[in-house]
C-alpha cells in the first residue's frame, strides 16, 4: 500500500509537472487538471506539486515546513509555490553567481541582520520583511540609486523626511541602520493599512500605493498570479520581479537543505541578540576620538556609521547617537572621556581656483592632516575648485589617530 501512495505521488507530481510547461498561471493550471483528471485526483496532483519529491526541474529546493509558513506570513498561498521554481534563486545551483552573491551579502551583514529583524517582529511585521531591504540594497547602508533613493532601505528624499528622518549637510539619516528601519516600520505598516495583504504592501513599497492601485483596477483583481502576469504587464517589470526576489529570498534563506548545501546552516539561527550599542556622544566631536576610545580604528567606526557625512557629529546638535560593536561598549566607557576633547567650532569653506589642501591649512591654521580626517579624503585625493570642505577652526585639538 505504501509502494503504491508512493507512486501514485511520483506519478501525480510527474503531471504536475507536464501541466506547469503548459500552464504558467495556477488558476488555469487546476482547471485543466479538474477537467481532466476529476478533483480528487487534481487535488493530489498538488499536493504532489508543493511536496517534498524532488525532481529534476525542481532540484535545489525542497520544501519543508517552513515554506507554507513564510507563504502564508505574505498573504500568498502554496500554490504559488510553483511559479517561483523557475528563474528564481530557489533553483540556483550552490556554484551559482546571483546565489553566492546574496548569501555573500546576508553574511557580511551580520552586525544589522540580528537587530534589524528583531525591530520588525516586535512591530507586528512579518520577519520575512528582512529581505525587503535585501532585495533593495543587500543590506548595503551605501547604496544609492540613479533616482537617489539611499541606504538599507533605499528611501527617496521626500519619503525619508515624511518619515521624520534628518538629511543635512553633516548627516544623511537614511542611510542609519536603526532609524531608517524605524521608518521603513513605519512606511510598511501604513501600507498594510492601506492595501490590507502584506504582499500587496511589499509591492506598494517598491512601485509605490497608487501605480499598485491603478494596477489591480486595471486587473480586476488582487490575485497575486494574475497581477504578475507577464503578458498583461498591469505592473511594472521591476514590481514583478521585485515580489518573486523577496518571497524565493525567504524560502530560501528558512530552508535547511537549501543553507546545508552551500555549508551555510549556522545562518538559520542569527537571533535577535544584542551586536550594536547606541551611546550619545556629544556634537562635533570626532569619530576618531571615539574610534580610539574603544580599539577601533576610524575605518571600522565608520562601518557602523554610514550616515555621517564627514568624520565627526554634527556639531549644530548637543547630543548625538553613536552606534559601536556591543564587545566594544565597556572597552569605551573605560576610556573615553568628553571633558578632555575641546570642544571644536566648524565651519564650511567652498574651495578656489588655484587653491589646495595644503594653502587652505595654512589659512586656517589646521594641519593637511586633520583637513583629510574631517572631510573623508585619501592621502593622495586632492580638492577641487567649488568643493565644498568642513574646517575645524580649533587648531589646538587633538584628533586621534589609529
Known amino acids: ?102 548569501v555573500q551579502q546576508f553574511e557580511s551583514s551580520y552586525e544589522f541582520i540580528p537587530i534589524i529583524r528583531s525591530m520588525i517582529v516586535q512591530s507586528g511585521i512579518p520577519q520575512e520583511f528582512l529581505f525587503l531591504a535585501m532585495a533593495e540594497s543587500g543590506f548595503s547602508a551605501k547604496a544609492y540609486s540613479k533616482k537617489r533613493a539611499v541606504g538599507i532601505w533605499q528611501f527617496m528624499p521626500y519619503t525619508a523626511k515624511d518619515l521624520g528622518l534628518v538629511i543635512n549637510e553633516y548627516i544623511d539619516e537614511r542611510r542609519d541602520p536603526i532609524k531608517s528601519t524605524q521608518a521603513a516600520i513605519k512606511y510598511l505598516q501604513t501600507l498594510y493599512q492601506y492595501t490590507g495583504e502584506w504582499y500587496l504592501a511589499a509591492m506598494a513599497y517598491n512601485c509605490g500605493p497608487g501605480r499598485l492601485q491603478k494596477a489591480i483596477d486595471r ?27 523577496i518571497l524565493s529570498m525567504s524560502l530560501a534563506f528558512s530552508n535547511a537543505q537549501k543553507m546545508q548545501d552551500i555549508d551555510r546552516e549556522y545562518l538559520l539561527n542569527r537571533g535577535a541578540m544584542d551586536t550594536l550599542a547606541e551611546v550619545q556622544v556629544r556634537g562635533g566631536v570626532h569619530l576618531a576620538n571615539i574610534a580610539a576610545s574603544a580599539g577601533m580604528s576610524l ?104
Open 1 to 102: 500500500m505504501q509502494k503504491q501512495l508512493i507512486s501514485t505521488s511520483i506519478a501525480a507530481k510527474s503531471l504536475a509537472s507536464f501541466f506547469r510547461h503548459f500552464c504558467a498561471v495556477n488558476a488555469w493550471q487546476s482547471f485543466f487538471l479538474k477537467f481532466f483528471f476529476g478533483n480528487a485526483l487534481c487535488l493530489l496532483i498538488l499536493q504532489a506539486e508543493s511536496s517534498g519529491f524532488s525532481t529534476p526541474e525542481s532540484s535545489g529546493f525542497n520544501p519543508d515546513k517552513y515554506s507554507t509558513t513564510t507563504l502564508n506570513s505574505f498573504g500568498v498561498s502554496t500554490e504559488f509555490l510553483s511559479s517561483l521554481r523557475t528563474n528564481t534563486i530557489l533553483q540556483s545551483a550552490s556554484t551559482d553567481e546571483r546565489w553566492a552573491r546574496f
Open 219 to 245: 486587473a480586476g483583481t488582487r490575485d497575486l498570479n494574475v497581477l504578475l502576469d507577464e503578458n498583461q504587464k498591469y505592473l511594472p517589470a521591476e514590481t514583478r520581479q521585485y515580489i518573486r526576489t
Open 299 to 402: 575605518e571600522d567606526i565608520k562601518k557602523y556609521n554610514r550616515h555621517f557625512l564627514y568624520n565627526f557629529l554634527p556639531p549644530t546638535t548637543k547630543e548625538y547617537s553613536i552606534y559601536i560593536p556591543y564587545e566594544k561598549l565597556a572597552h569605551f566607557k573605560q576610556n573615553f572621556n568628553p571633558n578632555e576633547i575641546p570642544k571644536a567650532q566648524f565651519v564650511f569653506h567652498k574651495v578656489k581656483k588655484g587653491e589646495s589642501l595644503a594653502s587652505i591649512a595654512k589659512r586656517y591654521g589646521v594641519s593637511i592632516q586633520e583637513l583629510r580626517l574631517t572631510n573623508n579624503l585619501k592621502n593622495k585625493q586632492a580638492v577641487a575648485a567649488n568643493q565644498k570642505l568642513v574646517i575645524p577652526i580649533l587648531a589646538s585639538q587633538k584628533i586621534a589617530q589609529k
